[in-house]
């Protein structure tokens, strides 16, 4: 047996160990920290609860937000286009004046003879 098979044997020779102490150890050390667990778990399930709880609530809240903001905007929408209109009709009544006053003097200027 050579030199350089030792490191490869004292490192499969310490994982066996490893391994075998695990495999008796194990079990104690899980009877020992069971309820330690179970109370860690029942804490992290009820966390989880109120974290669901409380990221539906900030939705509703979202929603409700969303659905303010969205009526605002259409009220301003229609007061807007009302505000536009209201100025259409008035551009269109002076648009209109501007017409028939510009036909008004070209009909002066020509005259009935023309």
């Known amino acids: 047996m050579a030199l350089k098979d030792w ?16 495999a008796v150890v194990a079990p104690a050390v899980f009877r020992i920290a069971r309820p330690g667990l179970k109370t860690a778990l029942k804490a992290g ?18 929603e409700d937000l969303l659905a303010e903001v969205a009526h605002e905007l259409s009220h301003e ?10 100025a ?3 551009g269109a009544a002076a648009a209109g004046a ?6 008004g003097a070209e009909t ?3 005259g009935p003879n023309d």
Do not use: D, I, N, Y
């Open 7 to 22: 490191p490869l044997r004292a490192g499969l020779l310490a994982g066996a160990a490893v391994g075998v102490g695990a």
């Open 45 to 62: 399930f009820a966390g989880l609860a109120a974290a669901q709880v409380a990221a539906m609530k900030a939705g509703e809240h979202l």
């Open 77 to 86: 929408g229609q007061e807007t286009a009302a505000k536009a209109a209201q």
């Open 88 to 90: 259409a009709a008035a």
């Open 98 to 103: 501007a017409v028939a006053a510009v036909s």
């Open 108 to 110: 002066s200027k020509s």
